[in-house]
């Protein structure tokens, strides 16, 4: 069964900056296209941005400039690097192998990113 662990969240000021990590127990993890979805409350979840396994990179407008998805291979992780956040960015963050509308795995416990002042 694949395993999820999502890490690195937690308290920023607006403006400020944190780096999620989400570490992937699967075979072949370098043939997933992956992702990083927040589910803020009351909201759907929703998908934010994508890497795929050559490294082409996909972002939602609302994040686009300032989230950076990247990943290593070797080390069955991908990164998802977010500076100027802002209140809005607040939610539980989470990783998943995007397929179509759907996604591949089980959910992780997620990390939560709480962005305030």
């Known amino acids: 069964q694949v395993r999820l662990v999502e890490s690195g969240g937690g308290l920023a000021q607006p403006g400020g900056s944190l780096r999620l990590s989400c570490l992937v127990s699967?075979?072949?993890?370098?043939?997933?296209?992956m992702g990083w979805y927040r589910q803020a409350p009351g909201k759907q979840r929703e998908l934010v941005a994508t890497i795929t396994n050559g490294g082409s990179t996909n972002y939602v407008d609302s994040v686009k400039g300032r989230f950076t998805i990247s990943r290593d291979n070797a080390k069955n992780t991908v990164w998802l690097q977010m500076n100027a956040l802002k209140p809005e960015d607040t939610a539980v963050y989470y990783c998943?192998?995007?397929?179509?509308?759907?996604?591949?795995?089980?959910w992780g416990q997620g990390t939560q990113v709480t962005v305030s002042s």
């Open positions: 998943n192998a995007p397929s179509g509308v759907m996604y591949i795995w089980s």
């Open positions: 699967v075979n072949s993890f370098s043939i997933f296209t």
